[in-house]
């Protein structure tokens, strides 16, 4: 049975598409069929962190107008066979995607995939009421700073009233991925520490991932950090996360980015 | 120096793959604000032309696209059956 998954914040900038590539990713190393859509019509940016940028023809707007099918709008991975990429416009405004349409969209998705990743423009307008709309389960990625904390929980009562399921008296399964975070700051009082963001926000917690600069590199050289550095920090909390989605009990640990030279030249002899 | 740069560094910088990447693509975007995007236009005029003399099945047309740095690419499949459906402008002729 298809899950549908949005991955959301309210604020922009903490991670959202970074994580959504890395989830998919994820998600298709495991061997699920996985397809991730750019909600973000204007503005897309996932096909840039998934490396797809030059390979865009037909878009999600394209296939709720009938402009297109949807076979000939979905892009392939060149990495993993069963990860797939559905873009967003990035000439049309976002009064171009309807509810309707959108449901189409994922109905159809629905028969095709495993998973479907909807990865949602930040703010609370249109398109991320649409990205939201039909989902069965929420990842809400917060970043350790009192902004995103507060932006994350108007988000969340928004999956509590204006999803599909929310209208029908069901509820959307939510998860907390907690992004950029820096134990050591942490420690010291200069951050948030999770406890502080989980008591806040009462969501149980799908993972942390940390400041890294592997996820920085991931972007640069469009490849999802799963994939471009399979064996760093922030892949290993991308890959426990996928697990615990899957419904893997997976020990939470906080992970510890290891810097310095001494420690690159123990671990590359130790690799 | 790269092997140097691998020791001290980790690995190669990849700052510049991601200034390439955004050169190529922004070059691409910049010039669909003025005029429309060629390829774009080449690939719906493409469809329109051939979907006048016969009938195109829109579930076996294939449009690929990569975008480079001197040259992109545009690459067009369309499935001809056998014995195909004629459209009228042709038979009309």
Known sequence: MAKVLVVTSGKGGVGKTTSTAALGAALAQMGQNVVVIDFDVGLRNLDLVMGAERRVVFDLINVVQGVAKLPQALIRDKRLENLWLLPASQTRDKDALTEEGVKRVIADLKTKFDWILCDSPAGIERGATLAMRYADEAIIVTNPEVSSVRDSDRIIGMLDSKTARAERGERVEKHLLVTRYDAGRAARGEMLSIDDILEILATPLLGIVPESQDVLRASNVGCPVTLNAAGSAPAKAYTDAVRRLMGEAVEMTVPVERKGLMDRLLRRRAA | ?93
């Open chain 2, 1 to 93: 120096m790269m092997n140097v740069m691998r020791l001290f560094g980790g690995r190669a910088a990849s700052a510049p793959v991601a200034r390439e990447r955004l050169q190529i693509l922004l070059s691409h975007e910049r010039g669909r604000t003025g005029a429309p995007d060629l390829l774009e236009t080449l690939r719906s005029e493409i469809l329109s032309v051939v979907s006048k003399h016969i009938d195109v099945d829109p579930d076996k047309v294939v449009v690929r696209m990569d975008r480079g740095k001197f040259v992109s690419m545009l690459e067009v499949d369309i499935e001809v059956p056998n014995g195909v459906q004629r459209s009228k402008m042709v038979a009309a002729t």
